[in-house]
């Protein structure tokens, strides 16, 4: 049976958080043999390494060029420069499931489902995604109808069979998916999280067959009858592609142990993502969150709004104490209720394409430059003006280029897009000349604007007051930004690490195993703790197993539990932890969600959710004690750049000389090999311990720890 220590169960409240990492911490057998650990994660640019030497504490970073067309020669590239040998770990975040979503090029995909009810998919939700366009359609469907297939059973809500399965029936399912040419199949049974048994038995005969199979009552057994079976479907659309990915990359990596990034923050071995794909879906945002809260927490600071900028989008999380998670996220317009970071995801990133749309109107994204050809000022043949341009022909990138000089920047090439997208300006309004500072300083306010109404949908409407936190700014180009975007929340800090641009990947090897677990049991608020402990024992026992072929080992290993509750009558529920007070928590915590609470009312017990951690060792991040604050050692020469308000002449200050304890007054350009910081005139940073740059905006005042 389950403890019911109620400090167990006090832990498990956060459940979504990294345990102390400062602390000294048992590793898996894996990391014990490991010399190297290596963090991967694919960007729409480029592809992000972090690697970990556990003998000397060395930590280093690079960046190679990403191939959208294979994604793993990019990861090749990048272990080739490395050469590790035997016995290193590859934590690697996957953009592939994710692509092969957005682009609909995963795999060929048959849904079957109860008979009566093959169109669920189509069906969905009734819900109109815009509400006053009379011609809106739905977001297509991943299965098209004549795939959407059914066999003859029925069970009863309570897992009794109404109707027995009709073996006969599954030879002609089986041919008619052969004609079909189907790869991969989603079961998804009426009924079948309560009983499994007929979904079973068609999976194992489909499984004999040679397809892929993804059944509901292995990956979701939850109800909600349309996101499992859309999960489902999810799940069977993209494995089969991550798993030629995977397989791809695991038999060149001879020698080492191979992890995905899951999109609940942790971490899994890859032989298991090979049958859940779309656990993996958001796994490079969550890396960025997962490492930007390691970053923050070693700084001091608890509250912080995540700014991941990349090439091709900007992901924002809020984090206040705990790292959040939802089960009700959705990629590409269809639901995924397996757990995931909460993440706000927008078009809006370095190689974000400015256009002027049919109404005049200057537009930028979400479509990409993407790595090929990427921003024209890269020098790859492209030609529409992306932010990059608008930063570099404004002065606001090094002269030298980025990547420490390997990638140079274009500056004609970047004037040209511009001048070509000033003319459309001019064409669409019949107006004047637009100059060409004027057309560089509009895409960024536009794309500005963009990120700052994302941060906004994170916080302001989900009840957290931006000021009260530290705005932490990673990904390549986050660092242009950061501080103008700080100054429109009214957010007091800006928190920028050494390791900006590549924090995802870091985040990845700083992540814990993550197994999350669900049951639906439709059970009253009042049922007794031991009824509920003993439907717990059998997830729980299923949570340590796993564990266990993750090769964590026994010291490292922890179990938490939590209950899915809502008030009698109520269509959706709140997560609290399991413990002797779980109902005095869900009150709580829906007067703080909603503003009021009725503590007479009736409960519901809707779902039983178990959360496995294993624990790993984590990089140990060095520090410096702090040294004097004059920085002027780390001037390299001036340039002018073209602020809002007219151009200046500005000092660029080199990060890799900038030491804990010095102090450097707006305005001030601040960069390093892979990411670029701008101050204005009245704003403030300084170099503290960890060698984070903590920028204070001028003329905001929040409390921020």
């Known amino acids: 049976m389950l403890s019911m220590d109620p400090r167990t169960y006090r832990d498990g409240a956060a459940t979504n958080t990294q345990h102390d990492k400062r602390a000294p911490r048992a590793m898996s057998p894996d990391d014990e043999r490991s010399l190297l650990s290596i963090g991967i994660d694919i960007g729409g640019t480029f592809t992000d390494f972090v ?11 690079f960046k190679v060029l990403s191939t959208p067309t294979d994604p793993a020669q990019a990861v090749l590239e990048g272990l080739r420069r490395l050469s590790p040998g035997a016995g290193y770990t590859v934590v690697h975040g996957s953009t592939v499931a994710t692509n092969a979503l957005l682009e609909r090029k995963g795999a060929r995909t048959a849904f079957v489902t109860t008979q009566g009810f093959r169109d669920v998919l189509q069906i969905g939700r009734q819900t109109r995604r815009n509400l006053y366009d009379w011609f809106s359609g739905g977001v297509p469907v991943l299965v098209p109808q004549d795939r959407c297939l059914e066999v003859r059973e029925r069970l009863d809500h309570r897992g009794d069979v109404l109707q027995p399965l009709a073996q006969r029936s599954l030879k002609p399912l089986i041919e008619t998916l052969r004609e079909q040419r189907v790869e991969s199949v989603a079961l998804s049974l009426l009924f079948s999280f309560v009983n499994p048994d007929h979904e079973r038995q068609i999976g194992q005969r489909l499984r004999k067959a040679g397809f892929f199979v993804s059944a509901s009552h292995e990956l979701i057994p939850e109800f909600r009858e349309f996101e499992r079976a859309s999960t489902t479907v999810v799940n069977a659309y993209v494995s089969p592609v991550l798993n030629r990915y995977v397989e791809t990359l695991d038999q060149s990596l001879a020698g080492g142990s191979f992890h995905i990034m899951q999109s609940n923050g942790g971490r899994i071995q890859a032989e298991q993502v090979r049958q859940e794909g779309v656990r993996s879906i958001l796994s490079g945002p969550a890396g960025g969150v997962i490492g930007a809260e390691y970053l923050a927490r070693l700084a001091g600071f608890s509250r912080l ?6 090439g091709t989008s900007t992901d924002v999380s809020v984090v206040n104490g705990i790292i959040h998670t939802t089960s009700e996220a959705e990629v590409a317009g269809m639901p995924i209720r397996v757990p995931v970071l909460d993440i706000h995801t927008v078009g809006a ?52 280029g980025l990547l420490g000089g390997e990638l140079p920047l274009d500056l004609e090439a970047a004037r040209e897009a511009l001048v070509a997208l000033s003319q459309d300006l001019v064409s669409s309004i019949a107006g004047p000349r637009v100059d060409l500072e004027e057309t560089a300083l509009g895409i960024l306010q536009v794309v500005n604007a963009e990120m700052e109404r994302a941060i906004r949908v994170i916080s302001v409407e989900r009840g957290h007051d931006p000021r009260d936190y530290v705005l932490l700014s990673f990904g390549g180009a986050g660092g242009v930004h950061a501080c103008e975007l700080a100054r429109s929340l009214s957010v007091g800090r800006v928190l920028i690490p050494l390791a900006a641009s590549t924090l995802s990947a870091l985040g990845m090897l700083t992540a814990n195993v993550f197994l999350d677990y669900v049951q639906t049991v439709m059970c009253s608020g009042e049922t007794p703790l031991e009824e509920l402990e003993r439907r717990f024992v059998p997830m729980v026992e299923q949570a340590q197993d796993d564990l266990a072929t993750q090769k964590v080992p026994v010291p490292a290993r922890h179990v938490h539990c939590e209950v899915d509750l809502r008030y009698l009558g109520q269509s959706f529920e709140l997560t609290v932890p399991f413990s002797p007070a779980f109902q005095a928590a869900f009150h709580e915590q829906h007067a703080q969600r909603y503003g009021h609470k009725d503590e007479a009312a009736g409960l519901e017990i809707v779902n039983l959710r178990v959360r496995a951690v294993g624990d790993v060792d984590s990089p140990r991040i060095e520090t410096r004690a702090t040294g004097s604050a004059d920085p002027s050692g780390a001037v390299c020469g001036e340039r002018r750049l073209v602020f809002a308000s007219g151009s200046r002449s500005v000092p660029f200050y080199d990060r890799s000389r900038l030491r804990p304890g010095h102090h450097v007054p707006g305005p001030a350009v601040i960069f390093q090999d892979d990411t670029t910081i701008l101050l204005s005139g009245t704003d403030h940073a300084q170099v503290d311990d960890w060698h984070n740059v903590l920028v204070t905006i001028g003329e905001v005042r929040a409390e921020s720890r």
Request: aromatic residues 6%.
């Open 51 to 61: 690697v970990y030497d556990h003998d000397s504490g060395g930590l280093k970073t």
């Open 305 to 310: 709004v995540t700014f991941d900028m990349g």
């Open 349 to 400: 990133g370095g190689g974000s394409l400015a256009r002027v749309d049919a109404g005049g109107a200057l537009r930028v994204g979400p479509e990409s430059a993407g790595a090929d050809p990427g921003p024209a000022c890269y020098g790859r043949g492209g030609r529409t003006a992306t932010v990059t341009d608008a930063n570099a022909f404004l002065g606001r990138l090094p002269a030298t």
